[in-house]
């Protein structure tokens, strides 16, 4: 569930009902309840956005990183997203954490404004 656009007081609120929620009713089952920054998410523990990108990589070789750049760039401002800095080689993919928090990216910025700045000087 994504409240980004919800008001702050009520969502936060509802968001931790939800979670509350989720944990209880789902306490035996192969899940887990992630509450992040304006989200909050139940998945199934073998599933999450690393996984996936692994498998991605895997099953497109041509997206492998050559000597010039990166094999992918991935950022994200989110818990959720820590699993993809954990998957990709940081050697060979930029990873980028928006914002504070402890993370697994190898760069950060602190704010998308300042991310955008990182991917323009990027391009040019």
């Not at 929620?21 to 309840?33: C, F, S």
């Not at 139940?42 to 070789?61: S, T, V, Y």
């Not at 930029?94 to 998308?112: Q, V, W």
Request: charged share 25%.
């Amino acid at each position: 569930w994504h409240f980004r656009e919800s008001p702050a007081s009520f969502a936060s609120y509802m968001a931790l009902k939800l979670a509350e929620e989720l944990a209880a009713g789902l306490a035996n089952q192969p899940v887990e309840i992630l509450a992040g920054n304006h989200i909050v998410e139940a998945r199934a523990i073998e599933a999450n956005k690393g996984m996936f990108l692994r498998w991605f990589l895997k099953e497109h070789p041509q997206f492998e990183s050559n000597d010039d750049f990166p094999s992918c760039i991935v950022a994200g401002d989110d818990r959720t997203d820590e699993d993809l800095f954990k998957a990709v080689d940081q050697e060979r993919c930029l990873t980028i954490k928006i914002g504070p928090g402890i993370s697994n990216a190898r760069y950060r910025a602190d704010n998308p404004d300042q991310y955008l700045e990182i991917m323009n000087s990027l391009l040019l």
